[in-house]
């Protein structure tokens, strides 16, 4: 069964921030829904290219997956290194951002995963944005595209449809308290769009045992329409927006490399 551990001693990070949503927002039935989807496209290698504090990548080896794992964020990286020595899994890993990714894995696999609506903060994590490239998340799709072998997939996700439907922000979310590992937490998560300058702001505020830690991030908002359109530019076929079990928070595709 999946158990998410978390570290609640200072530092408090953007990375202890996700993994406490990590604990909130997903279980085991969204690993197995993301099971089902390899096994459904006969998956058996897999590249996570957003592993930040390593979920699910490491549920998914704890279960036999052959996955490795990458990620720009160091803050990110040292987390995942904490969790992979507490869950006592063995996998291969970079820190390398995905521009230079081609430059730093030779390998190519079955499946390459982007989750988390990773791919709109291409440019940006835990700060705004200050230059606009958007550009750069075709790059990072051509770099994923290199990846896979013929006939593999991209498994990618972007922001829940409804999101878009909203007129008032912005959206709040209060995930209530929680005890996790002898600590009182709390959870609330604001987001707005911006639509003149095609950003999404996103914010929490965490707090435990009372002590109130608030974060930021601004991303680019890319919409289901937007994503789609990107994978087609990029090369891949059979696009598909796929229900996953468990996932009541992103949009996801599901896409192929050609052979």
Known sequence: ????KVDLNPPITI???????????W???????????FNTHGVKTILDTAGGTGFPSIALR???WDVNYADGSRTMFENYKKHLADEKVDMLFQLVEWKNLTHKIQKQYDAVMCRGNSLS???????????????????????????IKPGGILYIDTV???????????IV???????????????????????????R????????????YEFSCTSYLLTPEQLRSLLGETGFTNVKETSVSGEEWYTVFVCRKPK
Do not use: Q
């Open 1 to 4: 069964m999946f158990m998410w």
């Open 62 to 64: 704890k279960r036999g």
């Open 121 to 147: 903060y291409v440019d940006a994590w835990n700060e705004d944005l200050i230059e606009l490239h958007p550009e750069h998340m075709k790059l990072a799709l051509e770099n994923f595209y290199k990846l």
């Open 173 to 199: 979310w209060n995930f209530g308290e929680r005890h996790i590992n002898g600590h009182k937490v709390k959870l609330v998560r604001f987001v707005s769009h911006d639509y003149t300058r095609g950003v």
């Open 15 to 25: 990375a202890t921030l996700w993994d406490v949503c990590i604990y909130y927002l």
């Open 201 to 212: 702001i996103w914010s929490h505020k965490l707090i435990i045992d009372n002590r109130s």
């Open 160 to 170: 829940e449809r409804s999101e878009f439907e909203k007129t008032k922000f912005p």
């Open 27 to 37: 279980d085991d039935t969204f690993v197995k829904g993301v099971e089902k989807v």
